[in-house]
Nanobody
Framework: QVQLVASGGGLVQSGGSLRISCVDSANSNLNFATGWFRQAPGREREFVAAIRWSGANKYYGNSVRGRFTISKDHAKNTVYLQMNSLKPEDTAVYYC?????????????WGQGTLVTVSS
């Protein structure tokens, strides 16, 4: 069973950078893809980025492409999201997500989220 813990959020100024992390605290050997989503009050959940278990393929939402970079460190059971050129519109709670395929279909687990606040 996968257990995700997100961390690294905080307050940054517009144009600044921040790196947040998502750790599989269960140290599972399960092969899963990881995604980052974000949600602000009054707004719908938005896809940010995703990475395959192998790390060979990466995907980004249109609003962050070119500014954010997703990566992973298998040895540390950690996926990172490097956020550059931050804008006030990036302010949200960022959640990490793990998904994989079983005999019964696709499974999904969510982390608790970490708050990122960007000042103008």
């Amino acid at each position: 069973q996968v257990q995700l813990v997100a961390s690294g959020g905080g307050l940054v100024q517009s144009g600044g950078s921040l790196r947040i992390s998502c750790v599989d605290s269960a140290n599972s050997n399960l092969n899963f893809a990881t995604g980052w989503f974000r949600q602000a009050p009054g707004r719908e959940r938005e896809f940010v980025a995703a990475i395959r278990w192998s790390g060979a393929n990466k995907y980004y939402g249109n609003s962050v492409r070119g500014r954010f970079t997703i990566s992973k460190d298998h040895a540390k059971n950690t996926v990172y999201l490097q956020m550059n050129s931050l804008k006030p519109e990036d302010t949200a709670v960022y959640y990490c997500n793990a998904n994989w395929v079983t005999y019964y279909g696709r499974e999904e687990v969510w982390g608790q989220g970490t708050l990122v606040t960007v000042s103008s």
